[in-house]
Structure formats: structure tokens, C-alpha cells
């Protein structure tokens, strides 16, 4: 049975009459890279300083590694603002001093400086006045200050918000190579449901302060439904089209689309039989093809309604 790594009950938050999180039950296991998903406003960010001890809750709990309080504070790194730093300071320097607020001795610092910067990429800039970094290279000094101790949970709230595609792309590299190598378990936010797909291998949907879905995004993918296909066909006469598809209300009708052609959409038909039936009828056929599910695809049947 695998580990938690943090195990969240009962959480509640409230800002005047506005409940911003509701009954918050998640766990996320030892080695997951876990991601937390929702519309703006949902409650994510709220719901990531609660568990942090950042902001108080007003009820519920919270377990990080079967520690409570400060205890489990000190198994967590985190990100969950937009990262500042003394510009004027090298990235060293700042980490230095991230350091000293962590506690970490003197005589160790200037190891764990290195060690992290190594660990993100930076070792080569160090001494370059955090001024002067990309914001891509801000990112990542910000992950370095929060692999500092080092951690066994890693708290990331939009990591790749306003990156290029360059530095998205090193952010999600990181992530997945903390997670293999390092054994971190990581909890991140973020609207971008591709990359979240990418990188995580179980997420959790909050809508209106509310969990709506946790799950394996393997799972979540796959479905419950039975399996969609899409046939894409020519442009027959559309009654005889309609006479072939009447009485068969797995099968929807869409289009024209390119060059005229039409589309149907099939659920849970023996796809060799509607084949034959259309070509038997002189349907001219173009393609059958597996509709894929994708995360947006989940997201959007779990959030649909939530205010935006």
C-alpha cells in the first residue's frame, strides 16, 4: 500500500459570506505527481495556502507525511506565488539567505546553494545578480529555493504561468525528473490542461470549492462511456443519408465539414456493422477513426456551469 504523502480532510474556508472552499477531502500518494485543476476562482490558490498554514482554515485537517502542524511543514517546498528575489543580490546570494530563514547552518548552505542551483540548471549563473535572469530562470531559482532542506513534498501554484514555450518546457522536464530521481512528490496547479497531462499521473478537479473528480488521469481518460468513434464520409443525397441513420440514436449527425464532407458521431455501436450498413448503401466512406479523450475533455464535463 503506498504511502500518503498528504492527506487533506474537511477543509473549509470562508472569506465573509463567500465560501471559497468546501469540504475539501484529497490525499495524494507518496511518488504521485498530483495535479490540482479548476476554473479561476475555483478555490485552488486558497486551498494550496490553507494546507501550507499560510492563511487558517476555518475547519478540517491536514496530514503532510502523517505529521501535523509544524511538524509537517518541515517535509514541504513550495511555490505559491509569483516569485521575487533581491535583483540586486546574485541568485546565490538569495539562496543564501533562503537559507538562513529555513535555518539551515552556515557551514551548510553554501553546499545546499550549490546543490539546488545544480539540481535546476543554474549553477552557471549563480553569480549573476537575479536581476539579470529570464523570467524562465526566475522560475526555476524559485524552485530551487523551495527544494532547499531538501523537501519530500514540492507545492507548485502555477509554475509555467507566463513562461515561453522554452521555459515551460524545462519546468515540466524538471518536474517529471524531480518526481523519477529525486522521489519528491509533487503537487501542482495549473490551468494549462496539456501540460498537465504531460507531467501527472493523478489530478483533482475543483469546482466552486468543491472536489468534483479525483482520480488517475489514466482512468479519467479512459472513461466510463462507451467508446466514441468518429466516421467521416462524402456528401451523399442527405435524405438517403437520414433514412440510413434513422432509428439508431447512438449515431449524430454533423458537418458539412471540409470539402462538403459530413461527420457522424457514433457511441456504442459495433462500428463493422455500420460500416457495411453504409457502404451496402452506396455511403461514400472516407474514414473511422477512435475519438481520443483528453483531460480538457474531462475538465470541462466536471466544471461545466462553474462561473469562469
Not at 144 to 169: F, K, S, V
Not at 252 to 259: A, F, N, Q, S
Request: charged share 25%; with cysteine; glycine share 10%.
Amino acid at each position: 500500500m503506498s504511502t500518503l504523502a498528504l492527506v487533506v480532510r474537511g477543509l473549509n474556508r470562508r472569506f465573509g459570506s463567500r465560501e471559497a472552499v468546501r469540504e475539501l477531502n484529497l490525499s495524494v500518494r507518496q511518488g504521485d505527481v498530483y495535479g490540482f485543476l479548476g476554473p479561476n476562482g475555483a478555490g485552488k490558490t486558497t486551498a494550496m495556502r490553507c494546507i501550507l498554514e499560510l492563511i487558517q482554515r476555518d475547519s478540517g485537517t491536514v496530514q503532510i507525511f502523517g505529521d501535523t502542524g509544524r511538524a509537517a511543514r518541515r517535509h514541504v517546498g513550495a511555490i505559491v506565488e509569483a516569485p521575487s528575489f533581491h535583483g540586486w543580490l546574485s541568485g546565490r546570494a538569495n539562496l543564501q539567505l533562503a537559507c538562513a530563514y529555513a535555518g539551515i547552518s552556515r557551514a551548510k548552505a553554501g553546499a545546499e546553494t550549490d546543490r539546488v542551483l545544480e539540481r535546476v540548471g543554474l549553477l552557471h549563473r549563480g553569480k549573476d545578480r537575479a536581476s539579470t535572469y529570464s523570467h524562465g530562470m526566475k522560475q526555476r531559482l524559485a524552485i530551487a529555493r523551495a527544494l532547499l532542506g531538501p523537501p519530500r513534498l514540492l507545492m507548485l501554484d502555477e509554475p509555467t504561468n507566463g513562461l515561453d514555450p522554452q521555459g515551460m518546457r524545462e519546468v515540466r522536464e524538471l518536474v517529471r525528473s524531480l518526481a523519477l530521481h529525486d522521489q519528491i512528490t509533487v503537487f501542482l496547479s495549473s490551468h494549462l490542461l496539456s501540460e498537465v497531462q504531460a507531467i501527472c499521473n493523478r489530478v483533482g478537479i475543483l469546482s466552486q470549492g468543491e472536489l468534483r473528480v479525483e482520480g488517475d488521469v489514466s482512468t479519467l481518460l479512459a472513461g466510463e462511456a462507451s467508446p466514441t468513434h468518429v466516421v467521416e464520409i462524402g456528401t451523399p443525397e442527405p435524405t438517403l443519408l437520414e433514412q440510413h441513420i434513422s432509428g439508431w440514436p447512438e449515431i449524430t449527425l454533423e458537418g458539412p465539414g471540409r470539402e462538403g464532407r459530413r461527420r457522424l458521431r457514433v457511441q456504442g455501436l459495433e462500428i463493422p456493422q455500420l460500416v457495411q450498413r453504409l457502404v451496402e448503401a452506396g455511403v461514400p466512406l472516407q474514414s473511422v477513426v477512435p475519438e481520443q479523450r483528453n483531460l480538457e475533455d474531462v475538465f470541462l464535463e466536471v466544471t461545466s456551469g462553474s462561473p469562469r
